[in-house]
């Protein structure tokens, strides 16, 4: 997670599916933090029950990749283009199909939490 110069926050997520040995990488914006985590739970949701379709549309059917994104779209994601992941994240491993539990998302808020604030502290030492 990471504030953009419009000062939203910018989310990207990048996802291993283990079943077919697949990564996606998405990203979203949000106008607050709090905000930025309700929908990241959402979409953690929405990546782990979908994951099948994704796969069709973004891998088995990669030249069709305008269905992937319109379909990403719906659920407020858009496809994330950039090679490299930022190395200061947070990670999490969830089991394909489960609710994403509540306490799972707990840590994951204070980490980046931690992120979102360390360059505001360094900007205000200036």
């Known amino acids: 997670m990471e504030r953009n110069q419009g000062g939203k926050y910018c989310v990207r997520i990048q996802v291993y599916y283990p ?3 697949w990564t996606l990488a998405v990203y979203f914006l949000a106008g607050s933090f709090d905000r930025a985590m309700k929908k990241l739970e959402e979409s953690l949701d ?3 029950k979908n994951e099948e379709k ?3 549309w973004g891998v088995d059917r990669a030249e ?10 719906e659920a407020g994601l858009k496809l994330d283009q950039r090679n490299e992941f930022p190395r200061k994240s947070t ?7 489960k609710e994403v539990p509540a306490f799972v998302l707990g840590p994951v808020r204070r980490g980046l939490a931690e992120l979102v604030e360390a360059p505001r502290t360094a900007l205000a030492g200036d």
């Open 54 to 56: 994704l796969w069709f």
């Open 91 to 97: 990670s999490i491993s969830i089991a394909p199909e």
């Open 19 to 21: 079943r077919h040995a």
């Open 46 to 48: 929405f990546l782990q």
């Open 64 to 73: 069709d990749m305008g269905f992937s994104a319109e379909f990403l779209k």
